[in-house]
């Protein structure tokens, strides 16, 4: 990193939040953002016209690509204006912008590429949160699975809550990611297998009926994608089966 001031850009991948955008965006610390950019995976809702309201640039997808392919835009558009660190913050209101400043320390200090904001460091933080138990049972044990395969020690692999260094966005080929959900998976696998330095963070969350869209279907769907996600890590890693995702 520079000696000078990193610029820092918050990206907002947008679906249907217009009940909890306005006060999401309320709450991101300012004094510590250069620039707010949310991209609107062509909501139906009026997510659109209260960004409209906000000072932040807005772009918009014509069509529905899912939340891999609207991150995609988010940090190619944050990297075509020079964004040093990339936080990722869901507009839907279950993370907390208040520990954005907790989350780029790492970046900031040369110590991280990429930092996770873990729900479970502190036990039982994200019960009392209000995480439903199957997703909690159910982050357990994909994160025991993938900490395996990994080789790594991380106390939560499936949180939305992340930030990254401009090196690492222009080193790791997150473009050849998949557009919808398991996208955050790969990009961990990405980052373990071109070796980037990876930190957590603890934070916490709230789960309310407009919080997240993600239901049961989905979250089966992105466990089983996962899991093969992890197993092409493997196969590629031990020279078996190469893979794209993986490849410089």
Known sequence: MDEKKPKVVVVM?????????????????MDLIDEVIMVDDASIDETVKIAK?????????????????NQKTCYMEALRDGADIVIMLHPDGQYDP?????????????????????????????????????KFVANRILTTIENFILREKFSE????????????????????????????????????????????VSVTTKYFKEASSVNLRVSLIYGIKTLWTMLRFFLHKNRILKCRRFNP
Not at 13 to 29: F, H, S
């Open 13 to 29: 991948p947008a679906y249907n939040a217009a009940k909890t955008l306005n006060v999401t965006y309320r709450n991101i610390p």
């Open 53 to 69: 309201t906000l000072n932040m640039k807005l772009i918009t997808h014509p069509h529905n690509v899912g939340y891999g392919g």
């Open 157 to 200: 692999l499936h949180t939305g809550y992340r930030a990254y260094s401009r090196e690492f966005l222009e080193k790791v080929p997150f473009l050849r990611n998949s557009n919808d959900f398991v996208f955050d998976s790969q990009i961990i696998a990405q980052a373990v297998g071109f070796g980037m330095r990876i930190a957590e």
């Open 98 to 134: 208040s520990f954005i400043p907790q989350i780029i320390e790492p970046i900031k200090k040369d110590q991280a590429d990429m930092v996770l904001g873990s729900r479970l460091i502190i036990k039982g933080s994200a019960l009392k949160g209000g995480m439903p138990i199957y």
